[in-house]
C-alpha cells in the first residue's frame, strides 16, 4: 500500500494552527500506520536511543530494542561512543542481553565469535573444524558488527539508521544555536539523578503535552503557583522542534536559599529563564542556569511508552555527598510534574478509540503543538 493510502490527506493537519486538524486516530492505533512511521519517522531521522551515562567506561555495553530492531551501545578503548545492530555476523544471535561490561571483547553466547569495541570479528573459533579458528572461505574483515551511523549531544544518543539523515549539526542547527550558551559538559550524578516512567499511550502524545503549557492551571496546580501559564512563552522551530519557555525560574530546593552552582557564562535572560523544547521525533530537553535534563521517548508498542529521565547539573560540585539532599529533592520534584502528566496523555489515548477527528487546535496556546503534528505529517508524506 503507498503511503498517500494508508495515513491519507494529511492537508488539513498542514495548515496554518487556527484551521489545522491534529493527526488522525490512526496514527495512534494503527499497527500498518506504526509500520510506515518506523521506517519514516524513527529510522530516516535522527532519533534519540540512550545516553552517553549509560556506558560510562571503556568495555561497556548497553543494549536498546529500537522500535523492533535490536541495537547495542558500547565505549570503546578511546573513549568514543559507538552503536552496533546486537547481532553476531555468524548465525543472527543476540549478542548483549543485559548492560555490562565486557572488557576487551564482545562475545557470542551461540559459537564465541569475538568482536572488539569498535566491532571487528577478531575471533572464530573452531570455524575451520576442531582446533581451527580459520578458513579461507572466512574473511573476518567483511564480517565485523555493523555499525549504526550515531552521535552524542547533551549526552543524549542518536542514531540514524537509514544513513540518509543530513548531518546531526545540520539537521539540529537551530537548536544547538539556540542554546550555545549551553555547550559546556554536564555531569550526571547516578541514580539519583534519573528515574523511568510507563505510560499507556502513544509516544506522541507525551511529546504533545510537554510542547505546551495551556494544561499547567488544570494538570499542574502546584508548579502553576510559582510558574504560571502567563510566565510562559512559545517556542517553534517547524523543522526542528518545538516547545514551551518559562520566565520566572527560581527553583528553592533548601530553605537557607542553598543553590546548585550555575553554568558559566550565561546571559542575563537564564537568571530566571528556562526553556523546554522537544527535538523531533522522541527526545525532550530542558535547560536551566543550573542543570538540565534530558526525556527519551521508547516506544513499547502503540499505545505504549517508557520515558528514561536523566537530570545532569553545571559542576561537577553538585554531584557530590554536599548536594546529595538536594538533587534528590530536584528528582522528586520533576518526577511529581512527570507523573502529573501521564493520566492525560493515558486520557487521550483511549480517546483515539473514538469517532475524534484529530481535534481542534488553539491559535493561540497549541502552536508548539500544532507544529509537531505537522512535522509528522510532512515525514509521512514525503
Not at 202 to 228: I, M
Not at 327 to 341: H, I, M, P, S
Request: proline residues 5%.
Amino acid at each position: 500500500m503507498a503511503a498517500a493510502d494508508l495515513v491519507g490527506d494529511l492537508s488539513a493537519v498542514l495548515g496554518e494552527t487556527r484551521t489545522a486538524r491534529g493527526l488522525p486516530n490512526g496514527f495512534y492505533i494503527s499497527e500498518d500506520v506504526a509500520a510506515e512511521e518506523r521506517r519514516k519517522v524513527f529510522e530516516g531521522q535522527w532519533t534519540a536511543i540512550g545516553f552517553g551515562k549509560d556506558v560510562p567506561n571503556a568495555g561497556d555495553t548497553y543494549p536498546v530494542d529500537f522500535v523492533g530492531t535490536p541495537l547495542v551501545i558500547v565505549r570503546d578503548e578511546d573513549g568514543a561512543v559507538r552503536v552496533f545492530e546486537n547481532v553476531c555476523r555468524h548465525r543472527g544471535m543476540i549478542l548483549v542481553e543485559e548492560p555490562k561490561n565486557v572488557r576487551r571483547q564482545i562475545r557470542c553466547p551461540y559459537h564465541s565469535w569475538c568482536y572488539d569495541l569498535k566491532g571487528k570479528l577478531r575471533a572464530t573459533p573452531h570455524v575451520g573444524g576442531p582446533g581451527v579458528n580459520e578458513h579461507p572461505d572466512m574473511d573476518k574483515a567483511l564480517l565485523g558488527l555493523i555499525e549504526i551511523r550515531s552521535t552524542v549531544w547533551r549526552d543524549v544518543v542518536f542514531v540514524n539508521m537509514s544513513g540518509t539523515a543530513p548531518a546531526f549539526e545540520v539537521d539540529a542547527a537551530s537548536l544547538i544555536e539556540r542554546w550555545a550558551e549551553f555547550e559546556k559538559p554536564v555531569y550526571h550524578a547516578g541514580p539519583d539523578s534519573s528515574f523511568e516512567l510507563v505510560v499507556q499511550s502513544n509516544w506522541k502524545l507525551a511529546v504533545e503535552n510537554f510542547c505546551e503549557s495551556y494544561h499547567l492551571p488544570f494538570v499542574h496546580p502546584g508548579l502553576n503557583s510559582y510558574s504560571r501559564l502567563e510566565d510562559h512563552y512559545m517556542i517553534i522551530e517547524n523543522d526542528e522542534f518545538s516547545g514551551q519557555g518559562t520566565l520566572v525560574y527560581n527553583p528553592m530546593l533548601d530553605e537557607s536559599g542553598r543553590q546548585f552552582p550555575k553554568f558559566e557564562g550565561l546571559s542575563d535572560k537564564w537568571d530566571v529563564a528556562a526553556e523546554y523544547v522537544a527535538l523531533y521525533p522522541n527526545v525532550l530537553l530542558g535547560v536551566h542556569k543550573d542543570h538540565a535534563f534530558a526525556i527519551i521517548l521508547e516506544p513499547t508498542g502503540l499505545s505504549g511508552t517508557r520515558e528514561r529521565v536523566a537530570i545532569y547539573y553545571a559542576k561537577e560540585e553538585a554531584t557530590g555527598p554536599d548536594y546529595a539532599d538536594m538533587r534528590q529533592r530536584n528528582t522528586a520534584l520533576w518526577k511529581g510534574v512527570f507523573l502529573e502528566d501521564i493520566g492525560v496523555c493515558e486520557g487521550m489515548q483511549k480517546g483515539r478509540s473514538s469517532q475524534f477527528d484529530g481535534g481542534k487546535f488553539s491559535p493561540v496556546m497549541d502552536t508548539a503543538t500544532h507544529a509537531f503534528h505537522a512535522w509528522v505529517a510532512r515525514a509521512m508524506t514525503a
